[in-house]
């Protein structure tokens, strides 16, 4: 069994519709099996950069931490599902070291700085 954990973040995108990413991870999570799937519930703020040069990053952190959690506390095998890139974050941090494969499904790398 596949665990689903729905994490409908947009504090990463810089983009002027940035908030649409959250109904896009719930169109998502409606067609996942209740029973093995967890949403969990983005900071409802922007955030802010916290002294860094990456905006809303108190946002980010926050949902980092709930995104590894997450993915710590399941026994299955998990695919995560979010609104930007950065849900990567949390999801690889909480396996890093374990039997690790990852399937990046994007229209870019977002490999970049905040720079």
Not at 20 to 42: C, F, H, N
Not at 75 to 99: F, H, K, R, Y
Request: charged share 20%; glycine share 8%; net charge negative.
């Amino acid at each position: 069994m596949t665990r689903f954990i729905v994490a409908p973040q947009w504090q990463g995108s810089s983009s002027s519709r940035a908030m649409q990413l959250i109904d896009g991870a719930e169109a998502i999570a409606g067609d996942l099996p209740r029973a093995s799937t967890t949403v969990l519930e983005a900071p409802p703020e922007a955030g802010d950069a916290q002294g860094t040069r990456v905006q809303r990053m108190s946002a980010l952190v926050r949902m980092r931490e709930r995104i590894h959690e997450a993915v710590r506390a399941a026994d299955e095998p998990t695919v995560v599902i979010g609104g930007d890139c950065g849900v990567a974050l949390g999801a690889v941090s909480a396996v890093a070291g374990d039997d690790l494969a990852v399937v990046w499904l994007d229209a870019h790398a977002d490999l970049n700085t905040p720079d």
